[in-house]
């Protein structure tokens, strides 16, 4: 079965950096598309960044310039590495994989940005 457990959270201070990973097996990982979104208290679950091709990262509009994801495919790892972070960074991080069109997530982790 699919499993997505994400690894890294935790609180950091206003303009820190903070690396998630993610860990997966389950399926075969060159046929997924890996990707990482978002989702704070009252607010809509954000697509953070997402792989539209092998060379090509979409990032979204409030991450832009700051978060880098990247994986690792000889260990089925995802990383998404995390600077200049501010409080509205603040929210839950999940690892996601689009397989043959369906879509799966990981548990979550916690990210606080707060001095």
């Known amino acids: 079965q699919v499993q997505l457990v994400e690894s890294g959270g935790n609180l950091v201070q206003p303009g820190g950096s903070l690396k998630l990973s993610c860990e997966s097996s389950?399926?075969?990982?060159?046929?997924?598309?890996m990707k990482w979104s978002r989702q704070a208290p009252g607010q809509e679950r954000e697509l953070v960044a997402g792989?539209?091709?092998?060379?090509?990262?979409f990032y979204g509009d409030s991450v832009k310039g700051r978060f880098t994801m990247s994986k690792d495919s000889a260990k089925n790892m995802v990383y998404l590495q995390m600077s200049s972070l501010q409080p509205e960074d603040t929210a839950v991080y999940y690892c996601?994989?689009?397989?043959?069109?369906?879509?799966?997530w990981g548990q979550g982790t916690q990210v606080t940005v707060s001095s």
């Open positions: 792989f539209i091709s092998p060379l090509r990262i």
């Open positions: 996601g994989a689009r397989i043959y069109g369906r879509d799966f």
């Open positions: 389950g399926f075969i990982f060159n046929n997924a598309i």
